[in-house]
């Protein structure tokens, strides 16, 4: 992450918004497509396992029905797999920038193992045909592809959910007690859940709306898919509401607004919606609310990343506060040495450049105009008195409106003091400003033409 604290500027609170609409989308690729990738796989390992036990040519074929069906080309895996993985430490290294204790390094750790997992699950479907002969080896790389995938993904949705929680990250120092938190398993077990329930719907949508290829001109081969994934989908989906919920109420009181709220309701309401269409496609002995139950199920994977990243911006809501100030500071100061540039390309100083263009907008040296006449004030002030005022403007003289703060940077406000000074004690023939207040005129007396003629006439800046 230094890298990334080096060569990233800190993002505004527009840049935060955006970064939240981008882990959002990122997720929502990502985590739908490598959950059917999971749910495939171990289903179509538990129905080669049942074959061989038990020869089944329903349970073979399937079995090399979701490997085509799922996994996908190597495009498709580097597109949806690989890529979202890459950009996922971006982000919240962009948003935990110069946050030395927050655990983002956890979630680089587990992306080479998912790229392998992946990589071995291309050699595992490479070996489907000749199975029966090399059964152990067959079973041997499936079974290491899930290990690595299941444990990589119990590690970043660990890394991802402790963001959540940022009075506890100093604990956070190894991977056993990144893992070992109520809060964090639940949400894994509901990932688990919602990875073989969206693989079930998905077996429904690709092999009977998608294509019915796999299942047309074999009645009976379709009623067992169709009753096989039906099963699968409502057996999990009957459990997600329930992990969801465990997951909620473990969740520090700090992350929820009435947005999360809504977003976890949502997912119960949503998770009823898709058990309501199942049970009526399986009572009605046909594929029914096929489209509608997959599509829902891709809702429930938004809502529950959505739920995350606004748990993580609510807890972390005094760290964007300061990246904000830290934008606006570094933009000003930009903006300064970008002014001072043009000044000196110019002919002119910073401070006369700033002065022209925001202190004449209410002063002039000899006449009222907003504000004072400034040979009027500038004898009340030295070099440190008047940066302090320009920065910090608490005074308001009677007759006159209070001065706003002008939002200089640092540079500007000391620049712009300097001339200011320099300029009075040029026009008063070297005078230093900064001396005693003027003494106070007797009563009754005529204070107009004194202060008209301590200062000699002036024409005004140089433009």
């Not at 979202?84 to 193992?113: C, E, H, N, R």
């Not at 959540?164 to 964090?184: C, G």
């Not at 309501?276 to 399986?282: D, V």
């Not at 199920?297 to 739920?307: A, G, N, P, R, Y």
Request: charged share 15%.
């Amino acid at each position: 992450m230094d890298f990334l604290s080096q060569h990233i500027i800190a993002p505004s609170g527009q840049h935060l918004k955006l970064l939240e609409f981008l882990a959002i989308v990122t997720y929502a690729i990502h985590l739908p497509y490598i959950a059917m990738v999971i749910g495939s796989s171990a289903v179509a390992m538990w129905l080669t396992f049942s074959d061989h036990e038990i020869p089944n040519a329903n349970f073979a074929r399937l079995a090399d029905d979701l490997q085509r069906t799922f996994l996908g080309n190597p495009l498709t895996m580097l597109v949806l797999g690989v890529l979202p993985l890459l950009a996922l430490p971006i982000l919240y290294g962009i948003w935990f920038d110069s946050v030395p204790l927050a655990p983002i390094g956890y979630i680089v750790m587990p992306i080479p193992g998912i790229v392998l997992g992946l990589v071995l699950l291309r050699f595992y479907r490479a070996t489907f045909s000749g199975r029966k002969n090399a059964y152990n080896q067959h079973m041997g790389i499936g079974t290491l592809a899930l290990l690595l995938l299941i444990g990589s993904y119990f590690v970043l949705i660990s890394s991802v959910t402790r963001l959540q929680d940022p009075e506890k990250w100093y604990r956070l120092k190894n991977l056993v007690i990144l893992l070992l938190n109520w809060n964090v398993i639940w949400k894994f077990l509901f990932f688990l859940h919602a990875a073989f329930a969206i693989t079930g719907a998905g077996i429904l949508f690709f092999m009977f709306r998608w294509s019915d290829r796999a299942t047309s001109g074999d009645p009976e081969y379709a009623a067992f898919v169709r009753k096989f994934a039906t099963g699968l989908s409502l057996a999990f989906c009957f459990a997600l509401p329930l992990f969801n919920l465990l997951y909620v109420f473990t969740s520090p009181d700090v992350v929820f607004d009435s947005t999360t709220y809504l977003m976890a309701t949502a997912i119960v309401f949503v998770c009823m919606i898709i058990v309501f269409m199942l049970l009526s496609g399986l009572r009605a002995g046909a594929p029914r609310f096929v489209t509608a139950a997959f599509v829902a199920l891709l809702i429930v994977f938004v809502l529950s990343s959505s739920f995350d990243v606004r748990a993580m911006a609510n807890a972390n809501k005094e760290h964007a506060t300061l990246l904000e100030m830290a934008s606006e500071k570094e933009k000003a100061e930009k903006e300064a040495l970008i002014e001072a540039k043009l000044a000196e390309q110019s002919g002119s100083s910073l401070g006369e450049e700033t002065f022209n263009k925001v202190c004449m907008q209410c002063h002039r040296f000899n006449e009222k105009l907003v504000g004072p006449p400034l040979a009027q004030m500038l004898p009340n002030y030295n070099l440190e008195s008047l940066k302090a005022f320009i920065a910090n403007p608490n005074k308001s003289l009677p007759g006159y409106p209070p001065m706003p703060n002008p939002g200089l940077t640092p540079a500007q406000i000391a620049a712009v003091a300097e001339y200011e000074l320099s300029h009075y004690k040029e026009a008063t023939g070297g005078a230093p400003a900064g001396g005693a207040a003027p003494a106070a005129a007797p009563a009754g007396a005529d204070t107009t033409k004194a202060k008209t003629n301590s200062h000699p006439k002036q024409t005004g800046v140089k433009k």
